[in-house]
Structures are given as structure tokens and as C-alpha cells.
């Protein structure tokens, strides 16, 4: 919308830099151009504002197709006013000498026409079409066409349009015949799915009978290793046995060998020792029986006083004494 201010009667007006103002005093044109700013008398004046940036402008209709099945297009179309001399004699795009608002309502108007124009040729394209095939490829198709005959819509040209783009949204049927349509592809990816869970579940089970196989084998032959470890220790035991036995043997055998020497030994000893004796008894004896008797007497009592008992101490009573001295006295007296 224009900015319009007021001064002693005159009205300045300053467009935007997107729109195309044209200005005619008394029927005759005084300015057209885009973003101008000028003064005016509102008396003699006629101003119109056609915007030149690009528009866009959303729309959503239901069609039918062939078999007759409702669907739902959403769209959108982008559009550019190309000629705004042209548009601003075609359509009202009059604005108001003292605020610069619309008095109608131009876009509405343009708006109408672009959506009138799509609709009828994606009417008439999704009219011919099966459903199925406009589900598939109604998307691409139907911009297509739509683009093709906006670009050739006469009316569109001579108002001064230009249709820049065309965007086909969505296409979709009735929320009813989307889920009947939806469930054959749920069903067949459910199917896929299932096949894919048995599948797993097969690798799975022919992996864990591959692990229990392994681990029977594992098991098997852990147990002939146990079994040959048991024979090689009963082995190894026998034969420690062996060894044990015969090392008993060969020490009861020097221990025999070594007791007899022994006792050998020690018997010679004794025997010796026992002529020994004999002969010191026989040289003890005839040395006595050739010694003077009195020399036998007194060697007697040297034996035996060599065989009494010793005598650290005596102790006296005093009845001992007593007895001792009363005959000591009865000596003296006699």
C-alpha cells in the first residue's frame, strides 16, 4: 500500500520499490512508473498501485478421476504481473487519494482467475485417469498440464499475467480409499517383514545349532582328553609304583647288607674283646698265684677299701656322747 501524507490541501504519495503507480490528472497520464513519490491534487487525480514482485498463491479443489473416485489437490502457483499498465487497465487496482488502500479488491480478482484456469485442465486431465495411475504419476502430470494450460490461457496474457511457477503439492484420495488402498502394500510389506523375521530367526537357529554342535564336539573332546589324561596318570602312577618298589628293595637290601656287616663286625669285636679278657684273667691269676700271700692280704683290703662307701660327715647326738664319755670314764676307772 502506498504512503500517502497530506499538505495544504495536496497529498504527497511515496510507493514502494515493488510497486507500479500510475497517475492520471484529468484523464491524462502524469506519472507511471515504479516507486515514484510525487505530489498531487486528490480532486483531479487517479491513482492506481499494481504490485510487480512475485506472488504466490496456494489453492486446494477435489477432482474425479475415471473410475470414479474423489481425490484432493493441493497446489501452488507462482505468478508475476509482467505488464501493470495493461493489468491496471484490465483489473481495478484504484487506490484511495487519502490513505492509498484499494478500493476493490484486484489480487481476489487475479487470484480467481489463475485458480479457475488450473482447476478446469486438472478437472479435465484426473477426469481420463484410473485412480491408480493418477495416484502414481498424477503428481508430475497433472503440474504439466496445469503449467501447459495456464501458459496458453489467452486471458492470462492479455491482463498482464505470467505464471512463473507451478507446484503440485499433493494428490490424495479419500481418507477411506487411502487405507483400502494402503492395506495390499502393508500386507505385502508385512509379508516381507515376516519373511525377513523367519529368515533371521532360521540364520539364528542354524547359528545356535552350529554353537551346540561346536560345543558337543568341544565336550567330546575334552572328554578323550580326560579319558587319556586318567590312563596317562594311572600310567605315570604304575609306574612311580615300580620305581618306588624297587628303591624299597634296594634299601632293604643295603640296610640287610649293611645290619649283617655290621653284626659281623660287632661279633668280632666281642670275640676279641673276650680273648682279651681271657687273656688278662689267665695273666691276672698267674700273677697271684706267684705272689707271697701277705701281698695277696694286703691287696685284699685295698679292694675292699676301695669298695666302702665315703664319709663326709658324722654327726653325735648327745646320747651318743653321753654314752661315749660314761664309757670312756668306766675305762679310766678300771
Known sequence: MADITR?????HLRAAPTAHIRHLNRGKVAHDGTGLAFWFRPLSAALSEVPVDDRELAM????????FQDVTVQATLTYRITEPATAA?????????????WRAAPLDQIATLLTETAQQHALGLLARTPLAAALADGVSTVRDRMAAGLAAEPRITETGLAVIAVRVVALRPEPEVERALRTPARELVQQEADRATFERRAVAVEHERGIAENELANQIELARREEQLITQRGANARLQAEDEAVADRVRTEAEAERRTRLAAAEADAARALGDARAAAEGAWLTAHQQADPAVLRALALMRLAEHLPRIDSVTLSPDVVTGLLAKLAGGGER
Not at 499538505?7 to 497529498?11: D, P
Not at 487497465?89 to 488502500?101: C, K, L, Q, S
Open 60 to 67: 486446494l479443489f477435489h477432482a474425479r478421476t475415471s473410475d
Open 7 to 11: 499538505r495544504f490541501g495536496l497529498r
Open 89 to 101: 487497465v484490465r483489473v481495478d487496482f484504484g487506490i484511495d487519494p487519502d490513505t492509498g488502500a
